[in-house]
């Protein structure tokens, strides 16, 4: 099984930009689409874009769609999440996984990142 570690994260002001990090383990990293997820505080793990392993299909959250942007280095086996336009509610704990349909693959996460997003 795939085990993935998310960095990039940290504290910006609304309307700032980050660009977060996935690597992946396995040689099998391009057959997988991956996606990425958040979860805030008290809230559920939602799902916030994903991208298919020949990174011809990505789908976006409607909360983020327009703001952030997923690629891929299949070379890498690293996944970004490129956020710009950065909101308080966009705060919150970052996880990758690999993706089927939007949903995560596997129940096990990594450790995530933190964005921090102030007003």
């Known amino acids: 099984q795939a085990q993935v570690a998310e960095s990039g994260g940290g504290l910006v002001q609304a309307g700032g930009s980050l660009r977060l990090s996935c690597v992946a383990s396995?040689?099998?990293?391009?057959?997988?689409?991956m996606g990425w997820f958040r979860q805030a505080p008290g809230k559920e793990r939602e799902f916030v874009a994903d991208?298919?392993?020949?990174?011809?299909?990505?789908h976006y959250a409607d909360s983020v769609k327009g703001r952030f942007t997923i690629s891929r280095d299949n070379a890498k086996n690293t996944v970004y999440l490129q956020m710009d336009s950065l909101k308080p509610e966009d705060t919150a704990v970052y996880f990758c996984?690999?993706?089927?349909?939007?949903?995560?693959?596997?129940?096990?996460w990594g450790q995530g990142t933190q964005v921090t997003v102030s007003s």
């Open positions: 996984n690999p993706t089927y349909d939007s949903a995560s693959l596997t129940s096990l």
């Open positions: 396995g040689r099998t990293f391009s057959t997988f689409d």
């Open positions: 991208i298919s392993g020949d990174t011809r299909r990505t």
